[in-house]
């Protein structure tokens, strides 16, 4: 049987890695973003390597968008067996410069778009008896840094939302898992959103944090060790909940675990500021 795939965000960065590895797998992949222009260089290297791969607009702001393209999926296969929800951004900016408007719109693509496209892929899952939800998370989805709270309140949402339905969806075959990676290299930090007033009581720490993760990004691991995890996990018969990825991810995580939270946060600064 033809098993099909759900990525959002394929224009770039982990998603176009991982609609490819998903197609190379073997699997029908349905390679969604916001603006399907973006999609002609995965179909060149889709039609190279004689790959399943079909471009479909899914904007997740936009609950009409996620509907339709779901909606078209189920139509055309009557089947969904993994959706990777990974489109997303980085807000940067201290809480005291955010406006409401610019966290509500971090968290409607980083949080409310995936509760969305996981309610709308849910009944097939549920009627076919299986099905793998991938989140992607970050190491930002456990750990607090600052000037970022906006993308890291996004993220723990979406840690707490995906443990909470690992409960709910397992009595129906379905499975739920969370990808943590580090500082990966994409087009994340070029297309950073940044919050920043110019006489902001924050300005020197917001420099500094800006500076520290660009020069991170710099060194950052390659998106397509996202992409490899995430066909690890989902060709593992009893995938693990979590999932980070690169070393950074890993030392910051083992860090949080061995450290009192005063110790955490001296290291964070001298990792971040030094
Ligand atoms: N890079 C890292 O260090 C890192 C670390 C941890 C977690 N992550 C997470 O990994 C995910 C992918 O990011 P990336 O690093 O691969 O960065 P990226 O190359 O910038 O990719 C982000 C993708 O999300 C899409 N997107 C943004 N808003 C969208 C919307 N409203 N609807 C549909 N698609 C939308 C972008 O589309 P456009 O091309 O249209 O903008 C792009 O395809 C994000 O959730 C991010 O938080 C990244």
Request: hydrophobic share 40%.
């Amino acid at each position: 049987m033809e098993k099909i795939a759900i990525v959002t965000g394929s224009s770039s960065g982990i998603g176009f890695e991982t609609a490819l590895a998903l197609a190379r797998e073997g699997y029908y992949t349905y390679a969604t973003m916001r603006d399907t222009k973006k999609g002609s260089k995965i179909l060149d290297i889709a039609k190279k390597e004689n790959l399943k791969v079909e471009v479909l607009e899914l904007d997740v702001d936009k609950e009409t968008s996620i509907k339709s393209a779901i909606n078209k999926i189920v139509l055309d296969k009557n089947r969904i067996d993994v959706l990777v929800n990974n489109a997303g951004y980085f807000l940067v900016g201290c809480l005291e410069d955010l406006s409401i408007g610019d966290l509500k719109a971090q968290f409607e693509t980083n949080f409310f778009g995936i509760v969305t496209t996981i309610q709308a892929v849910l009944p097939i899952m549920r009627k076919q008896k299986s099905g793998i939800i991938v989140n992607v998370s970050s190491v930002a989805g456990r750990i607090g840094f600052p000037v970022t709270p906006a993308y890291i309140s996004s993220k723990f949402a979406l840690e707490g939302l995906s443990e909470s339905i690992r409960y709910e969806l397992e009595p129906f075959g379905i499975k739920t898992i969370i990808i943590e990676p580090g500082v990966i290299k994409t087009n994340l930090f070029a297309s950073l959103k940044k919050s920043i007033n110019p006489n902001s009581a924050y300005k020197e720490i917001t420099e500094k944090v800006i500076n520290g993760i660009t020069m991170m990004a710099e060194m950052g691991t390659s998106p397509v060790e996202v992409a490899r995890t995430i066909i690890k996990a989902i060709t593992s018969e009893n995938p693990l909940s979590r999932y980070p990825v690169g070393n950074d991810a890993v030392m910051f995580l083992e860090a949080k675990k061995s450290k009192t939270d005063a110790e955490f946060e001296n290291y964070v600064k001298k990792e971040l500021y030094s």
